[in-house]
């Protein structure tokens, strides 16, 4: 698949990682809202819309650039992102075991893992600082 967009663009792999950390930062520039449905009239009707949860864009779009990275990872990089994956994973079974989840639940769910991918690409940065890949 990148190579794919390389050949197409014609863009270096430094190029598709830039782009992609770009817009996370872009992300970074606003407040981090939970996502809702914002109704909006049109003509004698009103109709809903989706206004999409910013932290979850994050969150994805910091998964997404750790899995382009992850085949390059040195040791140190690979030992944080194991540490992170393990805790999120963590996180993650102890919701799938309960059989109802609160909103509570979900926004401190959602938080914690924020706050993981928020390490996660700091340590990111990290590991592209010392291994020269931009």
């Given at each position: 698949m990148i190579e794919k967009i390389q050949r197409k663009?014609?863009?270096e792999f430094k190029d598709?990682?830039?782009?992609?950390?770009?817009?996370?930062?872009?992300?970074?520039?606003?407040?981090?809202?939970?996502?809702?449905?914002?109704?909006?009239a049109i003509g004698n009707q009103i109709?809903?819309?989706?206004?999409?949860?910013?932290?979850?864009?994050?969150?994805?779009?910091v998964e997404s650039l750790s899995d382009i990275l992850s085949p390059h990872f040195d040791e140190e990089m690979q030992k944080v992102y194991n540490e992170i994956?393990?805790?999120?994973?963590?996180?993650?079974?102890?919701?799938?075991?309960?059989?109802k989840i609160s909103d509570k639940e979900v926004r401190e769910y959602t938080l914690k893992k924020l706050e993981l991918c928020r390490r996660l690409f700091r340590e990111l940065?990290?590991?592209?600082?010392?291994?020269?890949v931009l």
């Open positions: 663009y014609k863009l598709l990682i830039l782009e992609h950390i770009e817009k996370i930062l872009e992300l970074t520039l606003t407040e981090f809202k939970g996502g809702y449905d914002k109704e909006i109709v809903k819309e989706y206004i999409p949860d910013s932290r979850k864009q994050y969150i994805q779009s994956e393990k805790e999120i994973n963590s996180l993650t079974e102890n919701m799938k075991k309960k059989e940065n990290f590991f592209l600082d010392r291994v020269r």
